[in-house]
């Protein structure tokens, strides 16, 4: 699931050319659950939304295409992490 969002993100314009949807979605698996352990031992995961916030403001720079491209930052991904953590 996670590789196909990349795959279709990369499709799409919004990653940049550098990231490989396979290599992403393996990062993605294991950062989400070091966030959901890490949130569930210190806050019974009520500040999961603010982690996964802070994941992808300093993700995001890294994984969007340059400036001048179509898109400005994946749309999916939000989307796939709220899924994931039930919100």
């Given at each position: 699931?996670?590789?196909?969002?990349?795959?279709?993100?990369?499709?799409?314009?919004?990653?940049?050319e550098r990231v490989e949807p396979a290599e992403l979605a393996r990062f993605l698996v294991a950062a989400f659950t070091g966030l959901q352990t890490v949130s569930l031992v210190a806050s019974g995961l009520t500040d999961l939304d603010r982690r996964v916030d802070e994941m992808w403001r300093l993700l995001r720079p890294g994984l969007a295409p340059s400036r001048g491209s179509i898109a400005a930052a994946p749309t999916g991904w939000r989307r796939m992490a709220l899924r994931k953590t039930g919100a």
């Open positions: 699931l996670v590789t196909d969002v990349a795959r279709t993100a990369k499709e799409r314009g919004e990653l940049a």
